[in-house]
């Protein structure tokens, strides 16, 4: 019988053993889509508790506290102590089994702490006071965090109306480890609601240095903001979409419906549509003009539970997966832009796993022979970045597309606690591998093999990205 959390974690077959250990073990972290505070690298916040450092802004952790019964006191409330809620989440834990948490949260013990007993209402109380005292230590502030884990480069998630200050500070300083940002306009596009877009209309005004009261205002001050980013060393746009837009429209549509937005007025659904369609392909345009690649995350419904919604905010935990129609659109899209010759290396991340084979054959669709891989199936992303969704998304890929080509695993996370996920992916992949070899799948050549598991634990994403 194995044990849990042993050097064989997750490795089934020596093959697979070999591969991690000899391959992927010690290959850097390219981590090119997270969502780290910046502001938290620049300052190198050293972190008062493991509250502070892992249960602050973890809505999956928030998802599994309420699942269990405990009171929301305990999990957003401002009346309890770090202690408290950290106890709670300690109670939670063994009811996680099976769950990605589980392994995720004694893997993050034992890498960063050194701590192998199992969390739960026992050990409570002594694994806080132990990793307490631990991220109190110099090397455990932010930048050691990252150091600890061998991370070469983060990608974090930045609105065009963003400053970029801390990244700046960050180069300043001469801190090792690249923290670039990435352009993620979705308020630019997000003209649901006329009275909030022509808010954040006036912030974006007022970094780009103009007035905005026309379509064509809008496309220069986003322009403006692109260059501005891409000046700092931005080479990632990210989008994050329900669903894919491809509706027919022309320049003087888009530019009369803005017009009624800016005035006030409230867009219809079609409207709205054939707007963010347009938005769409203007980002896609610059992002290939300025040789960036650009990421599409779709499939989520957001802010199911409109009560918490307008209690807590967005990104507390009230999000799923949806499944709305998206491989017509998709194509279309894609086709919008591949046939004025201006489609960027591009990532497609869906969130209904369903969708998966229909993502890898989508790539195929677009691959010009100009780069390898030049549209990638992203990995497997939020709800599908635990052992299974990892799995499925390998093995579709692998089915329909070049796995060898593949970019790799990212955090997507506000942790700087979560760098373990990359080894949770490698060791899935290795093992995925490794169980190939040993059933005479894939040919017993380990310098083949070896090569592969580097290429997509590091190199794939070093070259694809151009970092």
Not at 319 to 327: C, L, W
């Amino acid at each position: 019988m194995k044990k849990f959390l042993d050097s064989d974690f997750l490795l089934q077959n020596k093959t697979a053993e070999k591969l991690y250990f000899d391959y992927a073990e010690k290959m850097p972290i390219i981590d090119y889509h997270c969502h780290l505070p910046v502001k938290d690298i620049a300052e190198n916040r050293q972190f008062k508790d493991l509250t502070e450092a892992w249960l602050e802004g973890d809505h999956y952790k928030w998802r599994a506290m309420r699942a269990n019964g405990i009171s929301e006191d305990f999990i957003t409330g401002k009346n309890t102590s770090p202690e408290e809620k950290f106890k709670k989440w300690a109670e939670t834990v063994p009811y996680t089994l099976r769950n990605p948490l589980y392994h995720w949260t004694h893997l993050e013990l034992k890498r960063y702490f050194g701590i192998s007993d199992l969390l739960n209402k026992e050990t409570a109380t002594g694994i806080f006071q132990e990793a307490g005292n631990k991220l109190r230590q110099e090397n455990y502030s932010c930048k050691g965090l990252m150091r600890m884990m061998n991370v070469e480069l983060v990608c974090t998630t930045d609105d065009p109306v963003d400053s970029l200050e801390y990244h700046q500070k960050i180069i300043e300083e001469g801190f090792e480890i690249k923290v670039l940002p990435a352009f993620r306009p979705d308020k630019a596009m997000a003209i649901e609601n006329a009275r909030t877009y022509n808010s954040y209309l006036e912030q974006l005004a007022e970094v780009a240095g103009t007035t905005i009261l026309s379509y064509e205002d809008l496309l220069s001050a986003l322009k403006n903001r692109h260059q501005f980013f891409h000046d700092r060393g931005c080479r990632l746009s990210d989008h994050g979409i329900e669903t894919f837009f491809a509706e027919d429209y022309n320049e003087k549509e888009i530019s009369e419906i803005f017009t009624k937005v800016r005035s006030g007025k409230d867009a219809t659904l079609m409207e709205i549509r054939k707007f963010k369609t347009a938005m769409l392909v203007e980002f896609g345009k610059m992002d290939h003009r300025a040789g960036w690649v650009q990421q599409y995350h779709y499939g989520a419904i957001r802010n199911n539970n409109s009560f918490m919604y307008n209690k807590l905010g967005p990104d507390t935990g009230y999000d799923s997966i949806g499944d709305e129609p998206v491989a017509k659109n998709m194509s279309r899209f894609l086709n919008l832009l591949a046939t004025e010759n201006k489609l960027a290396k591009t990532i497609l991340y869906n969130l209904n796993p369903a969708d998966n084979e229909l993502v890898a054959t989508m790539t195929g669709n677009f691959q010009d022979g100009s780069v390898p891989g030049k549209l990638q199936f992203g990995s497997g992303w939020w709800f599908l970045d635990q052992k299974n969704g990892i799995e499925d998304q390998i093995n579709s890929l692998s089915n329909l597309g070049l796995l060898s080509r593949f970019v790799g695993m990212l955090t997507d996370s506000r942790s700087f606690l979560s760098y373990p996920r990359h080894e949770y992916f490698r060791r899935i992949l290795c093992n995925i591998i490794g169980s190939d070899v040993e059933a005479g799948l894939l040919p017993n050549d380990l310098s083949l093999l070896g090569k592969m598991v580097r290429d997509i634990s590091y190199y794939n994403a070093k070259n694809y990205f151009g970092f």
